[in-house]
């Protein structure tokens, strides 16, 4: 008896899609029943009106089935050819999923692993992508053009080691080379339909404002897309539920034969149990998609109604079998976990303050030069009470706020007082912020305090910045969810007493912008692009001021600024 050669990853595409024929059945079924019941409203409706007799006759009948089928079998085509299309697409879009950035360290590991895999497996291309959210979790979709993604989020990349990222990315590859992928991806992007559809038709609020009166007449129309919505998810959810809960066992079992490590495996399902929660934009029909469902509970049972709502096993079902490969118990992989949380706790790298790191001649003292300081400084402007302020530079006279174009300007310097506008200078600088430049291009990647050359480095796998004089930290604001995630560093007693005194001043008047240094409160320009850079809250969630750059989007720390709003975020 010959052995029948296993499938390439094109021909389970190809048997994927001819088992999508289904669906689109299952679709016009759907749609053929939903339709109907319409029509027999209007038919009991319009039977108030039109006899009896016309309504019922077989020609009447007979036309309305056609009319049903054919707009049954139109509807259900345009969903099935939509969702192939442009599903992966939205769900990619709407989870903010971006392809790894290299020079970060993190990322890197990601992306080579993600290639391990791939040449282990036999596949011809799988793209990588990170979702920025702090949850512990991951997933695989098939794009249009039949290319794999396997994306996995920051908190994942944080909190896993270099097997159980291995491991993860085997499962989600086991997915695709069994075809799972192709057909839940399919599922979920179906589900998305009436989801974009009341996206598209969701009216703008001011215009809601303007006209209130032609709210009554849209309100059933919204009514039906909103259930409309409301039906096809659940619809949808079950239908990936009959097919996606055997299948996350055996692509568990699919995995251990590419990473040949199921211990590993095991610890990274448990963590991602722990830390599965999503916080946003999330759409509940993508549970399928992911490894856990980031919806789910601790303690799941396995019984009928748990069969029938859950998309995924039991989390000990899961590991009790990965466990049994190694004829070993569940708790010693649970009990694994937190020996290597242990572990990597006791290796994180201490960071001291900058005033510890003086003490310790780790860092030179910077000795300020006066002349220095107000050199440049030869601008001055009138106040609407006619008082002259400054002396400014020419950029500090540009961010006054009583600088206008018409403002009365003296440059003390030549003794000139006219218009602002009338100042060759400030047209030249005024030009030269609308486009993004510096005003003074000598203080392009200079220090905003210290006016030297800014290093480059690494914080927690992150490329950043650095004052090799100040210790002041230039980051790009989307970094922001790699940096609270990741905990390669631990702080000196020195620091968290900081920290803790930063944070009972703070919480006593928060909506005050007072930022961590005080001394260094006054207004800088951006060390990248030479904008005014302004103080606002970190993000939505720690709302502890920092100095933002709005027109390239960076931040600027200055010294233990960073540290010290790691250990107010860890700790709360």
């Not at 994927?16 to 016009?28: E, G, N, P, T």
């Not at 049994?324 to 290796?347: G, S």
Request: charged share 25%.
């Amino acid at each position: 008896m010959t052995k029948k050669n296993p499938l390439n990853f094109y021909e389970i595409q190809r048997k994927q899609r001819r088992k999508s024929i289904f669906l689109i059945v299952f679709l016009f079924l759907f749609y053929f029943i939903a339709l109907g019941v319409i029509s027999v409203v209007f038919v009991v409706s319009f039977g108030l009106i039109l006899s009896k007799d016309a309504l019922l006759s077989a020609t009447f009948l007979r036309k309305l089935l056609v009319f049903d089928g054919a707009l049954s079998i139109l509807i259900a085509s345009f969903q099935y050819i939509d969702a192939r299309k442009f599903g992966a697409q939205f769900i990619l879009k709407r989870l903010d999923a971006r392809p790894p950035d290299l020079s970060d360290r993190y990322h890197q590991q990601f992306a080579n692993t993600v290639e391990e895999i791939r040449i282990a497996s036999g596949l011809p291309k799988v793209k990588p992508h990170v979702i920025p959210s702090f949850a512990v979790n991951s997933m695989a979709v098939i794009s249009a053009d039949e290319t794999p993604n396997v994306i996995i989020t920051e908190g994942l990349l944080a909190e896993f080691t270099r097997d159980e990222l291995q491991a993860v990315v085997a499962h989600e590859l086991a997915h695709i080379l069994r075809g799972d992928t192709f057909y839940i991806t399919l599922v979920c992007s179906l589900a998305n339909f009436f989801e974009r559809f009341r996206q598209a038709i969701e009216p703008d609020t001011s215009y809601q404002r303007h006209h209130s009166q032609a709210q009554g007449s849209g309100a059933v129309a919204h009514f039906m897309v909103y259930f409309a919505v409301f039906v096809s998810n659940i619809i949808m959810h079950l239908l990936s539920t009959l097919i996606s809960r055997q299948r996350e066992i055996l692509a568990d079992a699919a995995a251990v034969e590419l990473s040949r490590n199921p211990k590993a495996l095991g610890r990274a399902i448990y963590k991602a149990h722990l830390k599965n929660s999503f916080i946003g934009d999330f759409n509940v029909t993508y549970s399928p998609l992911f490894i856990v469902p980031p919806e789910s509970k601790r303690g799941e049972s396995d019984g009928f109604f748990a069969r029938l709502f859950n998309t995924h096993p039991p989390l000990m079902k899961r590991i009790r079998l990965l466990a049994n490969m190694l004829r070993t118990r569940p708790a010693r992989i649970i009990q694994e976990v937190w020996e290597i949380q242990k572990k990597r706790k006791k290796a994180r790298t201490l960071v001291s303050s900058r005033e510890e790191a003086l003490e310790d001649g780790e860092i030179p003292a910077s000795h300020p030069d006066e002349h220095a300081k107000q050199e440049g400084k030869v601008w001055a402007v009138r106040d609407r009470q006619g008082h002259w302020q400054g002396p400014y530079t020419l950029e500090e006279l540009l961010s006054s706020r009583s600088f206008f174009p018409l403002a009365h300007v003296m440059n003390m310097q030549e003794g000139i007082e006219a218009r602002a506008r009338e100042f060759p200078q400030i047209q030249d600088a005024i030009r030269r912020l609308r486009k993004r430049k510096f005003i003074d291009p000598a203080k392009q990647n200079k220090c905003p305090r210290c006016s030297i050359s800014l290093k480059e480095g690494f914080y927690e796998g992150v490329a950043i910045k650095v004052c090799p004089q100040c210790s002041g930290k230039l980051v790009d604001s989307t970094f922001k969810e790699r940096i609270i995630t990741r905990k390669e560093v631990k702080f000196s007693e020195y620091l968290v007493k900081k920290a803790k005194d930063f944070r009972e001043n703070f919480m006593q008047n928060p909506t005050q912008m007072k930022k961590i240094a005080f001394e260094q409160s006054k207004k800088i320009s951006c060390p990248h692009c030479g904008s005014r850079m302004v103080t606002r809250p970190y993000s939505l969630h720690y709302v502890i001021p920092v100095d933002k750059c709005m027109a390239c989007y960076k931040i600027w720390f200055d010294a233990d600024e960073l540290e010290i709003l790691q250990i107010v975020i860890e700790e709360r």
